[in-house]
């Protein structure tokens, strides 16, 4: 399409050179120079086109609803509750079993007599031992008269 638009206005172009040549030079560029003055300058045309690439943006703000669900989740819980009755029951078997008890008994016993019998003189007397022992004890006799009543106990 562009180039049929080139050929068209080039071709219009060349006409108009044409027609204009058969009109008299003195038409249009003579004012000043008479007739024979300067030659009118010849022009040609061609066309190039510059592309530019120019993005304008208009941002334009524009409400668009759509759905997202929100899970709404109603549960509902079932529990069983059991009952449970625990019996416990015992049976006692005695079993004897021996351990020592200590415990501290004080009596109080009758006393004893333990009775010795000793027999001296307390006259410096000389005295001669016998061979004889009678019951563990010596037995002394003196050879004078004792100063001592004996004792009637024994």
């Not at 941002?59 to 109603?74: A, C, G, L, Q, S």
């Not at 529990?79 to 004897?96: A, D, E, F, S, W």
């Not at 021996?98 to 004080?106: A, D, F, K, L, Q």
């Amino acid at each position: 399409m562009l180039k049929s638009l080139t050929a068209l206005s080039a071709a219009l172009i060349v006409a108009g050179t044409l027609i204009g040549s058969a009109s008299p030079a003195s038409a249009r560029h003579n004012r000043h120079h008479g007739c024979c003055g300067p030659l009118p300058p010849s022009y040609t045309y061609k066309t190039k086109h510059v592309y530019k690439h120019v993005t304008r943006h208009h941002d334009v703000w524009r409400t668009r609803y759509f759905k997202r669900i929100k899970p709404i989740i109603h549960v509902t819980r079932i529990q069983p509750v059991i009952h449970v009755r625990k019996v416990t029951r015992v049976h006692t078997r005695l079993v004897g079993v021996v351990y020592p008890v200590h415990r501290h008994v004080t009596q109080v016993l009758p006393a004893r007599k333990y009775v010795t019998n000793s027999r001296f003189r307390t006259r410096h007397v000389a005295l001669r031992m016998s061979g004889s022992i009678a019951n563990g004890n010596r037995m002394m006799k003196a050879t004078t008269r004792s100063a001592v009543a004996p004792n009637p106990r024994k």
